[in-house]
């Protein structure tokens, strides 16, 4: 399937032939001087806003403490987001923030308010291929909805993320809430955030994802 490659990660060579010219790609990661630190962008709704907590409890505050100097979080998270609000601020954010790796966290209000999961994708989609023209990387953090939503929609819900980590070669999280969501001592009374007590869960569910992304762009950098 199609997708869109930023020409930024490429090393394009040309041979030519027999009157043939052959183009070679090869992928790299995006590269960061030594002496800076990569950026990472957490663009989400209420679950990485830390609703209904102190600032300092919520997941991402704790991934900017497990990286320490490592890096820069940036969070851009809004409580009840959709991936429509979420598009319209998404350029400037990229422009402002520069980041080399973007987390996307978005698509759980537009599940609890009945959205077309079409429009989720095609919103979404586009946050993807903006951050890739920006050579940044990707890394997609899904969510599911209440069963109670019907089982045709919740497939189609969450096949989204699925599809889009195949269209566009991006790491997903399947499920933000893996270990959490039926656990009723780490769910708020509103049964949809989290607890402070689940926050260092969802980092740990995180985590094996981003990683890796890290990683690539500090062997980057230091070749």
Do not use: C
């Amino acid at each position: 399937m199609k997708r869109s490659i930023p020409v930024a990660w490429h090393k394009l060579n040309r041979m030519v032939t027999g009157g043939l010219v052959v183009l070679i790609v090869t992928l790299s990661a995006p590269t960061i001087n030594a002496n800076e630190r990569p950026i990472v962008l957490v663009m989400g709704d209420s679950l990485s806003a830390a609703y209904g907590l102190e600032n300092d409890q919520g997941w991402v505050t704790l991934l900017e403490k497990r990286l320490s100097d490592q890096a820069t979080v940036a969070n851009a998270s809004i409580s009840g987001e959709t991936t429509s609000g979420g598009l319209q601020r998404f350029s400037d954010i990229l422009t402002k923030q520069q980041p080399n790796i973007v987390l996307l966290e978005l698509g759980g209000n537009d599940g609890l308010r009945g959205l077309a999961p079409t429009q989720m994708r095609d919103n979404l989609a586009r946050m993807i291929e903006q951050s890739q023209e920006a050579d940044a990387q990707v890394l997609l953090l899904g969510i599911d909805i209440p069963p109670n939503y019907g089982q045709a929609y919740r497939d189609a819900f969450t096949g989204v993320y699925y599809s889009l980590a195949e269209e566009y070669d991006v790491p997903l999280v399947p499920f933000l809430l893996e270990d959490i969501a039926l656990n009723q001592a780490l769910m708020q009374s509103d049964g949809i955030h989290p607890t402070a007590d689940a926050q260092p869960i969802i980092l740990d569910n995180v985590w094996p994802e981003l990683e890796p992304l890290l990683d690539n762009i500090y062997q980057a950098s230091a070749e």
